[in-house]
């Protein structure tokens, strides 16, 4: 009997086993047609004969994919089609709309490609389904055709409507990045306050076409957070205020100096403030200007920009075309301390000149040169490559109040200095300085307390006539404002020079 029962376990056991085995087999089996269809669509379609329609596209069929050499791509998916027999897909980057350029061409089996993604970037994306001849499928008459763009999603500000205005009403209270973008080749004014402050913006134009803002008598750009400004011209003979653009006059406690280890009634602003792909006709004082409260700035950027003043010093003595000098702050024992400055200052691919001589303003200017009365350490750095400077300033000096110590680090490659005087006082010695003395050219005929031509300089630079111009006067009168209608500002400051022919501003060398 006993033997019986073993024999009846036994023989149940096994056809549990076998029942297991088979259903693993059977999951088996159902996952790898399911992977089938996921890459090959018509592996179980019992879709023929048909017309097929190419796949619907949206804003979450695009996604940011970070490449092995650190570059990005953008990967773009879609639900199959059954039946179909792959897709063709093709982007452009329709920047300039009348002539866009090809960025992928190309058939896929699956149900998603990449492509290279590009900052601040409209791209045209379609993706057509394709026939299947043993299905006897036919392919969609028409592409999905997507509107995508890596910029901040946008308010467009009408032509016509003031800046100010629309802005100051339509800004909204979040903690994401907003953007306003003006209309290609529209002419706006500016004529009284933006404050942006503790949001952070994108104000930019066309990047093709780019639009003309007019700053009037009151008209300033101020903020306490990151700003982006691109793709603008701005005309500001008119504007009275100190600065183009400055941080905020009514900080908020959050941004208060001791929060972040610095002195009391000092403000940080943390953000990177960027110039980019801008030009600024008749500065009188300041592009920057730290404002009327004690602020440091961590990041402070010019690129790709024409910068060109009319200023003699008379309206603002201590101006800087980059500008940390103003109000102090205080130590927790009452001490009275100065204490603006800008941690990092980039100035890439850019023209800054003035029109006229000045024995008064610099080109960069600190309120003291020791980083630790305004930051959490000393360290800092100022970057300036590719880089033309005329007349920036004349008669004082590039800058002052560099940090003359090794944790400032100063890269001072491939920059035209014509007329700029007392370069050394930038490029000081105790600074950890990255330069080749053969890549930057300095000439000027002005003497000075260090000696005739600021002989200082020439430590840093190597001096050559990069314009052939007489004297002074001879530049001033060759120097004109920027014309804005034109893509150029109708300057052309190409350098004879042997080396001054081959650096500075690259718009310059073509």
């Not at 011209?233 to 208060?256: A, H, M, R, W, Y």
């Not at 980083?371 to 750095?381: E, I, K, L, V």
């Not at 404002?481 to 001054?500: H, Y």
């Amino acid at each position: 009997m006993n033997k019986r029962l073993n024999r009846i376990k036994s023989l149940s056991c096994g056809r549990e086993v076998i029942k297991g085995i088979l259903f693993l087999m059977t999951v088996a089996l159902f996952v790898s047609c399911t992977k089938g269809f996921d890459g090959e669509e018509t592996f179980t379609s019992n879709v023929h004969d048909s017309q097929l329609a190419s796949p619907e596209l949206s804003k979450s069929s695009f996604s940011s994919v970070v490449n092995a050499d650190g570059t990005e791509s953008i990967r773009v998916t879609w639900d199959v089609v059954p039946g179909a027999g792959g897709y063709y897909c093709h982007v452009d980057n329709v920047d300039d709309p009348t002539n866009p350029v090809v960025v992928y061409d190309g058939t896929v089996d699956g149900v998603s490609f990449l492509f290279d993604k590009a900052d601040d970037t409209k791209y045209s994306v379609s993706v057509k389904t394709l026939g299947n001849e043993k299905l006897n499928n036919t392919a969609a008459p028409d592409p999905t055709v997507y509107a995508y763009s890596t910029m901040v999603e946008a308010q467009i500000i009408p032509v016509g409507t003031d800046i100010a205005d629309f802005i100051n009403s339509h800004l909204i209270d979040t903690e994401d990045e907003q953007a306003f973008e003006l209309q290609a080749n529209g002419n706006y004014t500016l004529n009284s306050e933006v404050d942006f402050g503790t949001h952070k913006v994108t104000f930019r134009g066309d990047k093709i076409h780019r639009p003309i803002v007019t700053i009037g008598y009151d008209g300033v750009i101020r903020t306490a957070a990151g700003l982006k400004i691109k793709w603008i011209k701005f005309d500001v003979t008119e504007q009275n205020s100190k600065g183009v653009v400055e941080c905020s006059n009514n900080p908020p406690p959050s941004l208060e100096g001791p929060n972040f280890g610095m002195p009391d009634k000092s403000y940080i602003l943390n953000d990177p403030l960027i110039f980019e792909d801008c030009m600024f006709k008749n500065v009188k004082m300041c592009l920057f200007y730290i404002g009327e409260k004690a602020w440091s700035a961590i990041d402070v950027r010019i690129v790709n920009c024409i910068v060109q003043l009319d200023n003699d010093g008379t309206k603002f003595g201590d101006a800087a075309v980059l500008c940390c000098y103003g109000q102090t702050c205080y130590y927790k024992d009452g001490q009275s301390w100065g204490s603006s400055a800008i941690r990092n200052v980039t100035i890439k691919n850019s023209t800054i000149y003035n029109l006229k001589s000045n024995a008064k303003n610099r080109m960069i200017r600190f309120n003291r040169n020791n980083f630790t009365s305004m930051f959490d350490s000393a360290t800092g750095s100022a970057t300036l490559t590719d880089n033309t400077f005329i007349m920036t300033f004349s008669d004082k000096e590039f800058a002052n109040n560099t940090p003359n110590n090794a944790n400032y680090t100063i890269t001072f490659n491939n920059n035209v200095t014509y007329y700029c005087a007392r370069l050394q006082k930038f490029l000081q010695g105790n600074c950890t300085i990255i330069n080749s003395v053969d890549k930057n050219t300095s000439y000027t005929t002005i003497a000075s307390g260090d000696g005739a031509e600021f002989a200082n300089d020439f430590k840093f630079v190597t001096k050559e006539d990069a314009f052939g111009l007489a004297d002074v006067d001879a530049v001033k009168a060759w120097l004109k404002p920027l014309d804005l209608t034109k893509d150029d500002g109708g300057v052309n400051f190409k350098a004879k020079g042997a080396i001054s022919s081959t650096i500075g501003d690259p718009r310059w060398l073509q």
